[in-house]
């Protein structure tokens, strides 16, 4: 059993920055892929940013040039760092990993979420 826990959130002013991380424990952490998703309210959970064994990300378009992941072996950890944030990306952010140490199709985990508020 895989947990997430993440860190990091806050209130800041439309402008500013946070960096968002999340520590994983309970499996290898070689063998996860990870990604950061977020909700707002009455909005659905979308995936903001991910990072696969290799290494390479992606981003949603709402946050390309403006949001880094990255991932650190040493710490079993993946970071989210957000700059320039806007109103719009005040939400619930979630870290995700998914687990491909026991099963071929993988193994989908959640953290319990950090608040980020960005006020205008």
């Known amino acids: 059993q895989v947990q997430l826990v993440e860190s990091g959130g806050g209130l800041v002013q439309a402008g500013g920055a946070l960096t968002l991380s999340c520590t994983a424990s309970g499996s290898t952490f070689s063998s996860m892929h990870m990604a950061w998703y977020r909700q707002a309210p009455g909005k659905q959970r979308e995936m903001v940013a991910r990072?696969?064994?290799?290494?390479?990300?992606t981003y949603a378009d709402s946050v390309k040039g403006r949001f880094t992941i990255s991932r650190d072996p040493a710490k079993k950890s993946v970071r989210l760092e957000m700059n320039n944030l806007k109103p719009e990306d005040t939400a619930v952010y979630y870290c995700?990993?998914?687990?491909?140490?026991?099963?071929?199709?993988?193994?989908?985990?959640w953290g319990q979420g950090t608040q980020v508020t960005v006020s205008s």
């Open positions: 990072i696969n064994l290799s290494e390479t990300s």
């Open positions: 995700n990993a998914v687990d491909y140490s026991r099963s071929w199709t993988g193994q989908t985990y």
